[in-house]
């Protein structure tokens, strides 16, 4: 069984320009979450997305956003990229939440130069 | 809100020791609890998970208890070896998002 896959692994972009993050869960898994690690932080929570709707958003800017596609795979959108972007953006899929756990994938590493 | 926090933030032990990584959380509402281990600058992999109605859950050497009332939890490592080096986290879900502590860092000296 495939686990959760993210693309690219890492990404080099100019302050002020816009990244783009996929993440693509594990068969069957309909909730997929994003984490922000950045340098010597803890995990800090961005989004959650189940049945393709947004169902939890954490304390970040509106220039963060994403969305969820039909097959349930995700993407994560950062406009207008600050330094302090710079970070390890992880995706975790769970099969539903409440009762399931997280498994997340190995993230793509974000630096904004 | 929910806060989690692990003690100690880095520990250090002679290969063979058992040892205990520390977890709390302010908020006992929980549905359940998870330890995952990071390797440096890569992913977290998921090492045990607790439901809220259960006490521990073991895997080979890891044991990890849960005490809600208390918001405790521990990793218990048993015989320790080096490839156990890493950051170990815990992480509290309350329905919409999991909590996690910034990790207690374990090296393990051969």
């Given at each position: 069984?495939?686990?959760?896959?993210?693309?690219?692994?890492?990404?080099?972009?100019?302050?002020?320009?816009?990244?783009?993050?996929?993440?693509?869960?594990?068969?069957?898994?309909?909730?997929?979450?994003?984490?922000?690690?950045?340098?010597?932080?803890?995990?800090q929570f961005l989004l959650w997305?189940?049945?393709?709707?947004?169902?939890?958003?954490?304390?970040?800017?509106?220039?963060?956003?994403?969305?969820?596609?039909?097959?349930?795979?995700?993407?994560?959108n950062v406009n207008a990229l600050?330094?302090?972007?710079?970070?390890?953006?992880?995706?975790?899929?769970?099969?539903?939440?409440?009762?399931?756990?997280?498994?997340?994938?190995?993230?793509?590493?974000?630096?904004?130069? | 809100?929910?806060?989690?926090?692990?003690?100690?933030?880095?520990?250090?032990?002679?290969?063979?020791?058992?040892?205990?990584?520390?977890?709390?959380?302010?908020?006992?509402?929980?549905?359940?609890?998870?330890?995952?281990?990071?390797?440096?600058?890569?992913?977290?992999?998921?090492?045990?998970?607790?439901?809220?109605?259960?006490?521990?859950?073991?895997?080979?050497?890891?044991?990890?208890s849960l005490d809600k009332s208390?918001?405790?939890?521990?990793?218990?490592?048993?015989?320790?070896?080096?490839?156990?080096?890493?950051?170990?986290?815990?992480?509290?879900?309350?329905?919409?998002?999991?909590?996690?502590?910034?990790?207690?860092?374990?090296?393990?000296?051969?």
């Amino acid at each position: 069984e495939a686990g959760v896959t993210q693309s690219p692994t890492h990404l080099i972009k100019t302050r002020g320009q816009q990244a783009t993050l996929r993440c693509s869960p594990i068969s069957g898994h309909t909730s997929v979450y994003w984490y922000q690690q950045a340098l010597g932080l803890g995990l800090q929570f961005l989004l959650w997305y189940d049945e393709g709707e947004e169902r939890n958003r954490g304390n970040f800017p509106p220039r963060f956003s994403g969305r969820q596609f039909p097959n349930y795979s995700s993407e994560l959108n950062v406009n207008a990229l600050e330094l302090e972007d710079s970070a390890l953006y992880l995706c975790a899929s769970s099969p539903g939440h409440y009762r399931k756990g997280y498994t997340f994938g190995s993230g793509t590493r974000l630096t904004v130069v | 809100k929910q806060e989690v926090t692990q003690i100690p933030a880095a520990l250090s032990v002679p290969e063979g020791e058992n040892l205990v990584l520390n977890c709390s959380f302010t908020d006992s509402a929980i549905y359940n609890l998870q330890w995952f281990r990071q390797d440096p600058g890569k992913g977290l992999t998921s090492l045990l998970l607790i439901q809220s109605s259960q006490r521990e859950q073991t895997s080979g050497r890891l044991n990890a208890s849960l005490d809600k009332s208390s918001g405790r939890s521990t990793l218990y490592i048993a015989a320790s070896q080096p490839g156990d080096s890493a950051t170990y986290l815990c992480a509290a879900n309350t329905g919409n998002q999991f909590y996690f502590g910034t990790g207690t860092s374990l090296t393990v000296i051969p």
